[in-house]
């Protein structure tokens, strides 16, 4: 099977950033930033999956579920009226937290990377509901807030262990070594 290395993540997530802002995430149509919130987190599970990241997938599922729930808990407590006069609902950005906790997870588990190209696709998102009119900044802010610490609490960057070993005549030498 073959892996995915960072170097072809970062042009395909970059593309997906740069694709959003030219096909209408900010040009008012809306469906493209809804379409980043879940596509980013459909991305870092397949990313998971494609690395076989088990541990890396349950954190995702963990930090993305409890960034809704909080998410929702302050919709409903806050009632904050959006800034179309739609509803009282406007206050966190549901969008945006869960954008921006699937960019966080992709930065812990992959590093900057992955990371930078899917804070570029979360900030489009935020920007977006800001254009639509959706959200007020404070809402997207908030919502970033939440998803970033959401994953920042339930994601662990992962650790690589390599062995290596050089045989010789009469000694071999042996190193083992951690990626933190």
């Known amino acids: 099977m073959q892996t995915l290395t960072p170097s072809q993540v970062f042009p395909i997530l970059t593309a997906l950033a740069l694709s959003l802002s030219s096909q209408g995430a900010l040009a008012g149509s809306g469906s493209a930033g809804d379409a980043a919130a879940v596509a980013l987190v459909l991305v870092a599970a397949g990313v998971s ?28 407590t806050v009632h904050e009226a959006r800034p ?4 009282q609902r406007s206050f966190p950005s549901r969008h945006a937290s869960v954008a921006f906790s699937a960019a966080q997870f992709m930065q812990i588990r992959g590093g900057w990377v992955y990371g930078i190209p899917a804070y570029l696709v979360a900030a489009a998102v935020a920007a977006d509901r800001v254009h639509l009119r959706e959200h007020y900044t404070k809402d ?23 062995v290596g070993y050089l045989p010789g005549d009469r000694a071999v ?3 083992v070594s951690m990626d933190w």
């Open 84 to 87: 179309n006069g739609q509803d």
């Open 140 to 162: 997207v802010i908030a919502g970033a807030i939440v998803g970033i610490a959401s994953s920042s609490y339930f994601t662990d960057k992962p650790y690589r262990v390599s």
């Open 173 to 175: 030498l042996a190193q």
């Open 49 to 76: 999956v494609h690395h076989d990241d088990r541990e890396g997938l349950w954190q995702l599922a963990k930090s993305e579920a409890a960034t809704l729930a909080i998410t929702e808990v302050l919709k409903a």
